[in-house]
């Protein structure tokens, strides 16, 4: 087993990989962007410093592929309500939404006040919070795509069988699907000397994660209605470097699809177990994003059957309509690919992994985290 993954970070192969696509980018005369929309590539494309040693026409771009930074204002804002108003409130959080700051306050400012925030390590420990504290009220945040959403699902269905009751879930994960489809026509404002006339992202390099679940099925879309390739990658340095070569291929060639570099993981259907978990709890409705607004059918609700569960219902949660970025951070921008995190005039002046002022900053998946990390010049 480590003979075959050491294969995936094999200096040779690299050096094949790159010389394969230096080769095939002579016979592209424009300047290319090819997108990633996944935190985790992100990071690893910038530690890895794959920007840096490609082909001067081909540019890598991040878009909206971390969860916490795609989350709006108004989430924590929420969060911090049903703390304001409510006794006996337990917050659970995973730890990259803790430093995130709402319009006002953070949680981790709020814990500093006295208040009760916990920051989870696994799902696992929600049920058994629960129990531990019957007079308390537990109050999950759950923000993820859909490689999150099956495993909060099952955590749902096992507080219903077991009639759990003071147990509830802010909802803010998100589909991915459709948003994509607005980046696409997003970008199309701001990107300029593009090869692909009919878009304007030449490429993407989907999520390895969120596409074990959904599968490779779900994208032929794309190049079916747009034009653009995408492919399917893993996330050590040869397979990126394969995705971005069978991206260059498919644009040369002319045939634009999708490939599944990534299929010793991703199949074509996806986790069938896992979209069926999906379907039995959730319900799909309007969903607010990070730089991209209100997008229909993208944000996860819970079903009717579940809704005891709700918290924007049981702490009857009124809406909250914030600006998108406070304090002059340019998040929203960076989420779409319009700026870069090196174009931001906070990046690395005053915004900075000890005091951030954006989620793309506080996130271990955001592009102004990943940059300061590994790309600051
Ligand atoms: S560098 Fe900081 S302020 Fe600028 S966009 Fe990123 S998180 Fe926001």
Excluded at 96 to 112: F, T
Excluded at 168 to 193: D, Q
Excluded at 212 to 227: C, D, L, M, N, V
Aim: glycine content about 6%; charged content about 25%; aromatic content about 10%.
């Amino acid at each position: 087993m480590s003979n075959f993954l050491s294969y995936f970070k094999d200096v040779d192969i690299v050096k094949i990989e790159l010389k394969k696509i230096f080769s095939l980018s002579e016979m592209i005369k424009k300047k290319i962007y090819f997108m990633e929309v996944c935190g985790t590539h992100t990071m690893q494309i910038s530690k890895y410093g794959i920007r840096k040693i490609l082909p001067q026409n081909i540019k890598l771009i991040s878009g909206p592929g971390c969860p916490v930074c795609v989350t709006p204002l108004e989430f924590i804002d929420k969060a911090i309500y049903i703390l304001d108003n409510f006794e006996n409130v337990t917050i659970l959080t995973f730890g990259d939404l803790y430093r995130v700051v709402g319009s006002k306050s953070s949680l981790e400012k709020e814990k500093s006040k006295g208040k009760d925030i916990r920051i989870l390590y696994s799902p696992d420990e929600i049920l058994s919070l629960a129990k531990e504290n019957p007079d308390r009220n537990i109050v999950f945040l759950s923000i993820g795509f859909e490689t999150t959403l099956p495993s909060i699902g099952c955590v749902i269905k096992e507080a219903k069988v077991q009639n759990i009751k003071n147990i509830f879930f802010l909802m803010g994960n998100k589909f991915f699907l459709p948003a994509l489809e607005v980046l696409i026509l997003l970008s199309r404002n701001f990107i300029s000397s593009n090869f692909n006339a009919d878009s304007t992202i030449d490429g993407f390099i989907l999520p390895g994660h969120l596409s074990t679940i959904i599968g490779e099925r779900s994208y032929h879309w794309i190049a079916q209605k747009y034009k653009i390739p995408s492919v399917i990658t893993g996330f050590e340095p040869v397979d990126i470097l394969q995705g971005i070569r069978l991206l260059v291929e498919m644009i040369v060639s002319k045939n634009p699809g999708v490939k599944n570099q990534y299929s010793r993981v991703v199949s074509y259907d996806g986790n069938l177990y896992a979209k069926e978990i999906i379907k039995e709890v959730f319900d799909i409705t309007e969903g607010k994003w990070r730089g991209m607004g209100l997008i229909p059918a993208t944000a996860a609700k819970l079903k009717k059957e579940f809704e005891d569960f709700d918290a924007e219902k049981r702490f009857n949660i009124p809406n909250f309509n914030n600006e998108e970025n406070l304090f002059g951070c340019r998040c929203n921008e960076v989420l779409i690919g319009k700026i870069t995190p090196i174009e931001c005039p906070l990046f690395d002046k005053v915004c900075n992994p000890e005091n951030p002022k954006g989620a793309c900053m506080v996130s271990t998946e955001g592009a102004c985290a990943a940059y300061y990390k590994y790309e600051r010049i």
